[in-house]
Nanobody, 118 residues
Framework: QVQLVESGGGLVQPGGSLRLSCAASGRIFSLNTMGWYRQAPGKERELVAAITSGGITNYADFVKGRFTISRDNAKNTVYLQMNRLKPEDTAVYYC????????????WGQGTQVIVSS
């Protein structure tokens, strides 16, 4: 099992910035992908950004140039730096851990709320 604890959400004005963190603990394997997904009210959960243990990143088109994902493998922590936030970025942001070899070894955090509003 892997436990994921997110932090850093909150209320921010349009154009502002937030940094999300997700710390993983438990049975963690060296080859994995960690990522951030989000779910807005009435919408399906969607990928925001992901990063492999080797540092390869993948971003949704709607955040390219605004969000940056990074990780500290020594701390088993992934970060999401969100800049130039828009009201449409309002959602619950979820951290995800997935093993490189076993897609079923897949875990989610409880989510952190991000609200972008003036």
């Amino acid at each position: 099992q892997v436990q994921l604890v997110e932090s850093g959400g909150g209320l921010v004005q349009p154009g502002g910035s937030l940094r999300l963190s997700c710390a993983a603990s438990g049975r963690i394997f060296s080859l994995n992908t960690m990522g951030w997904y989000r779910q807005a009210p009435g919408k399906e959960r969607e990928l925001v950004a992901a990063i492999t243990s080797g540092g390869i990143t993948n971003y949704a088109d709607f955040v390219k140039g605004r969000f940056t994902i990074s990780r500290d493998n020594a701390k088993n922590t992934v970060y999401l730096q969100m800049n130039r936030l828009k009201p449409e970025d309002t959602a619950v942001y979820y951290c995800n851990y997935r093993d490189h070899f076993d897609a079923d070894y897949d875990f989610w955090g409880q989510g952190t709320q991000v609200i972008v509003s003036s």
